[in-house]
């Protein structure tokens, strides 16, 4: 079963921290009026074992539907690879209301709010570390975090208190941590699940799944 998720911060629907996302978000709810356009709270229960970190919101994927990775090419990669390996439960349909429920898993971003061009930059990661410091601390059963990309990589160091020189990003990479919530954390790398990587073969559907593998393998252990 999926627990609630009510004891964990989220940033506000009006959330002032950054003002260049404020004003993304407020002119695309001019553009969008029928979209979320807001900052995307995370997905899953409180007593998941595996947090996955994404960069941040896409335009027409999250930001459209309100849920991480829910609406775009990569949550279709994402989606479909956490049911093979048995991380979900129900049927993905690409909407916030599709009844899919996750387990033993959950997912957020390192900004939570969609950035023009899908670029953050520093200010914008700095400024909501507070949200996934909160998520971490708050995950008490967490063992593994998977970080789709470089900028997550960092994100998620700079949240440990870990220095970024001395885990390097690289995918399929595992990084014995210590300081989780619950003890021992282990650090997994991904390429992004974005449309670009898999079209320019910087990621496979193959090498995606392997990191799955590689993490449920180690879950099971």
């Known amino acids: ?25 407020h002119a695309n709810r001019t553009t969008f009026p029928d979209w979320h356009n807001a900052p ?9 074992a595996l947090l996955i970190v994404g960069l941040a919101p896409g335009l027409r994927g999250a930001n459209q539907t309100g849920r991480p990775f ?24 690409a909407t916030s209301d599709d009844g899919l429920t996750l387990l033993d898993c959950r997912i957020t971003n390192a900004v939570r709010c969609v950035p023009p061009q899908n670029k953050p930059i520093g200010a914008e990661v700095n400024a909501c570390r507070r949200f996934l410091e ?3 601390n708050s995950l008490k059963r967490l063992r593994i975090i998977l970080a789709l990309g470089g900028l997550a990589h960092g994100a998620v160091l700079t949240t440990l208190g870990e220095k970024k020189s001395a885990w390097k ?6 990084h014995d941590l210590s300081g989780g919530p619950g003890g021992d ?12 990587n898999t079209n320019t073969g910087r990621l496979t559907e193959a090498m995606f799944e392997a990191v799955f593998e590689d993490i449920r393998n180690r879950l099971s252990g």
């Open 169 to 174: 990003f690289g995918h399929r990479h595992f």
């Open 134 to 136: 909160n998520e971490i």
């Open 185 to 196: 954390l282990v650090l997994a790398d991904s390429y992004h699940c974005s449309r670009y």
């Open 40 to 48: 995307v709270a995370s997905f899953g229960g409180i007593d998941a």
């Open 70 to 93: 829910t609406g775009d090419y990569a949550g279709d990669l994402l989606y479909a690879t956490l049911a093979k390996f048995g991380f979900s439960d129900g049927e993905y349909g």
């Open 1 to 25: 079963m999926t627990a609630p998720a009510a004891s964990i911060s989220e940033p506000s629907p009006d959330c002032a921290l950054c003002p260049r996302l404020q004003d993304f978000r």
